[in-house]
Nanobody
Framework: QVQLQESGGGLVQAGGSLRLSCAASGRTFSNYAMGWFRQAPGKEREFVAAISWSGSNTYYADSVKGRFTISRDNAKNTVYLQMNVLKPEDTAVYYC????????????????WGQGTQVTVSS
């Protein structure tokens, strides 16, 4: 089992920044690829970013490329999502997820999920 806990969400004005963190506990964090997904009201959960177990490979949705950065610190069992130039359409609940495999955009590839943290961007 891997337990994931997100933090860092909140209310921010358009153009602002937030940094999300996801702390993992349980099994060896460095064995897992990690992903960030988000879900807005009335919409399906969508891929945001993913990072390989080593951190050497990262992947982004087109909608956040150039604005968001995913990173990880295996010594701290934590993955981060730095979000810059936020837009109202970024408003959603953000979830981190762990995959015992390669990093993927497919949420079905992730075995463990956090509870989510709300990000609200005002215009």
């Amino acid at each position: 089992q891997v337990q994931l806990q997100e933090s860092g969400g909140g209310l921010v004005q358009a153009g602002g920044s937030l940094r999300l963190s996801c702390a993992a506990s349980g099994r060896t964090f460095s064995n897992y690829a990690m992903g960030w997904f988000r879900q807005a009201p009335g919409k399906e959960r969508e891929f945001v970013a993913a990072i390989s177990w080593s951190g050497s490979n990262t992947y982004y949705a087109d909608s956040v490329k150039g604005r968001f950065t995913i990173s990880r610190d295996n010594a701290k069992n934590t993955v981060y999502l730095q979000m810059n130039v936020l837009k109202p359409e970024d408003t959603a609940v953000y979830y981190c997820a762990a995959s015992f495999g390669i990093a993927s955009m497919d949420p079905k590839k992730y075995e463990y999920w956090g509870q989510g943290t709300q990000v609200t961007v005002s215009s």
